[in-house]
Each structure stands twice: as C-alpha cells, then as structure tokens.
C-alpha cells in the first residue's frame, strides 16, 4: 500500500537519491550529458533541500516503509518539483502525488497550480490537463535547460 505523508529532515537521503537517480536514468533520454550531470548535482545542495522541506508544502510516497516518490509545492501555487523513482514508474504514484498538491493549493484559496516542466514530464503534465503557456530556456547553475512553463485551473 502506498502512504503519503509530509516529509521530514531525516529524508533527505531518500529524497536526494531519488532526485540524482531519476534524473541520470530517466531525464537522461532528454537531455544532454552535460545537462544531466549538473542537474543531478543539485542533490549535494542540502542547505536547498532543508529549505524546501521547512518552508514548501513537501510530501513522500512511501511503500512498504521506503521512499518511492516525492513532490513539493512551493509559494502556495508553485508545483516545483515531482519525482519518482526509477524503478516505480507508471504506477501511479505520480498522479497520487500530483492530487494531493493540486489539493493543497486549492485548500489554499488558489484556483491556478502552475510548473516549469522538463521534457520529459511534459506528456504526463499534458495527459493531466495541464496547459502549455511557453516553452523557455531556464538557466540552472550557469547551464540553460529546455523546459515548458505550464499551468492548470484548479
Ligand atoms: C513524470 C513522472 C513524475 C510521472 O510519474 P509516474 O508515477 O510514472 O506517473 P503515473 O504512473 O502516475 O502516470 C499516470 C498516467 O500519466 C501518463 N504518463 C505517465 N508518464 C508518462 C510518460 N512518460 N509519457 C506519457 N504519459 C505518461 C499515463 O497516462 C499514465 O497512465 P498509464 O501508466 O496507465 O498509461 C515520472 O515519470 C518522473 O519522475 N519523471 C522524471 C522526473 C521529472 O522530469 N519530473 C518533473 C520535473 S519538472
């Protein structure tokens, strides 16, 4: 059985793991190497991931007592960021994730949930509803990544 729950300091391991893994085996196809390394590298700023955990809305999936998945929202509205891992994809995971923050930004008075979403989330985002509003180059510690600003009405 799958649980969500908020996460705490103490998953910051899991957490990271998930993030550089997902992305070197998943986010992989869609970028360059280069791209991948430095992207993956954000899992060593745990200063960041504090700060995530303490000042976003930051939920885990859990399964059998191990960390499959996470989500965060952050400023109320901003979905900022959705993983899961490798090894448990298209089980639905990433939609019960997706609920529970779309909920949270409803239950606070929000009626827009937007996101910056990477190519490779995209046609999931899309399959979700979510709308398209520009496709941009976001700049990631001094390197530009291909991603698409997307939002949806809640
Ligand atoms: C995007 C992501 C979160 C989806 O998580 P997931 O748990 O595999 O998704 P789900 O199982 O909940 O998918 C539900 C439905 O969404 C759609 N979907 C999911 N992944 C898809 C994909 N890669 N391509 C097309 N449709 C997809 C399907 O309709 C799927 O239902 P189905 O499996 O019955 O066909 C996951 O692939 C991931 O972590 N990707 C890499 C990290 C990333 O880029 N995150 C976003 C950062 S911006």
Same mark, same amino acid.
């Given at each position: ?7 705490? #300091? ?9 993030? @550089? ?26 200063? &960041?991931?504090?700060? @995530? ?23 109320? +509205?901003?979905?900022?960021? #959705? ?6 994809? @298209? /089980? ?6 997706? @609920? ?7 239950? /606070? ?24 509003? &520009?496709?941009?180059? /976001? +700049?990631? /510690? ?9 939002? &949806?009405? #809640?």
């Amino acid at each position: 059985m799958i649980q969500i729950r908020k996460a705490n #300091l103490k998953d910051i391991p899991f957490i990271t793991t998930i993030f @550089r893994d997902t992305i070197m085996h998943v986010n992989a196809k869609d970028y360059s190497e280069k791209q991948i390394r430095v992207w993956a590298s954000g899992a060593l700023d745990i200063d &960041k991931w504090e700060d @995530r955990i303490e000042n976003s809305y930051f939920i885990v999936a859990e399964l059998n007592d191990s960390i499959v998945g996470f989500a965060y929202l952050s400023n109320g +509205n901003y979905f900022d960021g #959705l993983f899961i891992h490798k090894d448990h994809l @298209r /089980k639905g995971f990433g939609i019960k994730l997706m @609920r529970i923050i779309e909920s949270q930004a409803l239950a /606070k008075g929000h009626e827009v949930i937007k996101a910056d979403v990477s190519i490779t989330a995209l046609p999931f985002f899309e399959d979700q509803y979510y709308i398209v509003e &520009k496709k941009q180059k /976001k +700049n990631y /510690k001094g390197l530009a990544f291909e991603i698409f600003k997307v939002y &949806k009405e #809640l």
